[in-house]
Every structure is written in C-alpha cells, then in structure tokens.
C-alpha cells in the first residue's frame, strides 16, 4: 500500500502562484510512476503533470508553460509549482501514484486532495 498527502493549497488572486507538495509513504519501491490530476466541479478529473516511467514529464496544454512538476526522491516527495494561476485552474487537485504490475494491469493510489481556489 502507498500513502499520499498533499498539502499546499488555498485561495490566491489571478496571476498569483501556489506549490502543491505530496509525500508518498508506505511501500514507495513499489512506485512506477507519480503525478498531479485535478477535478473541477461539474468535471471530470484530469491530468495536470506527471512523470513518465523513463523519468521525463508529462503535462496536460493547460498547464505547459505555467507549471512545473519536481520531485525529490530521498523525501519521496513530488511537488507542483504553479505560476501564472487563473480562475479556471480552480479546482481539487490530487496526488496520485501509480504501480504497474504489467503493461496492462496496474494500480492507481490518490491522496485526499487539496483545494485550489483562483480569484479574478
């Protein structure tokens, strides 16, 4: 089992920034890949970055430019630095961990989510 908490959240002001972090714990070898989704309400939950198996990054267009994801392996820690935020970015965001077991079989771990909230 893998456990994930986030922390970072809260309410900044359009053009403002935020760095969302998640410490993962538990049986983190058993950890292929890591990254950052979020869930607007109404919506469905969607990636926002995360880290391919072979270590590179993955971002979704709305947040190319804007966001950077990180990681610091000895804290099994990933973090989301977001600049430049809107309103439409206003959404749960959630950790999430990912074991592969083979190509076609794997499991999905979340964190309980952190709220962000963009003001105009």
């Known amino acids: 089992q893998v456990q994930l908490v986030e922390s970072g959240g809260g309410l900044v002001q359009a053009g403002g920034s935020l760095r969302l972090s998640c410490e993962a714990s538990?049986?983190?070898?058993?950890?292929?890949?890591m990254g950052w989704f979020r869930q607007a309400p109404g919506k469905q939950r969607e990636l926002v970055a995360a880290f391919t198996k072979d270590g590179l990054t993955n971002y979704a267009d709305s947040a190319k430019g804007r966001f950077t994801i990180s990681r610091n392996n000895a804290k099994n820690t990933v973090y989301l630095q977001m600049n430049s935020l809107k309103p439409e970015d206003t959404a749960v965001y959630y950790c999430?961990?990912?074991?592969?077991?083979?190509?076609?079989?794997?499991?999905?771990?979340w964190g309980q989510g952190t709220q962000v909230t963009v003001s105009s």
């Open positions: 999430n961990a990912r074991r592969d077991y083979s190509t076609a079989a794997y499991i999905n771990y």
């Open positions: 538990g049986s983190t070898f058993s950890i292929t890949t």
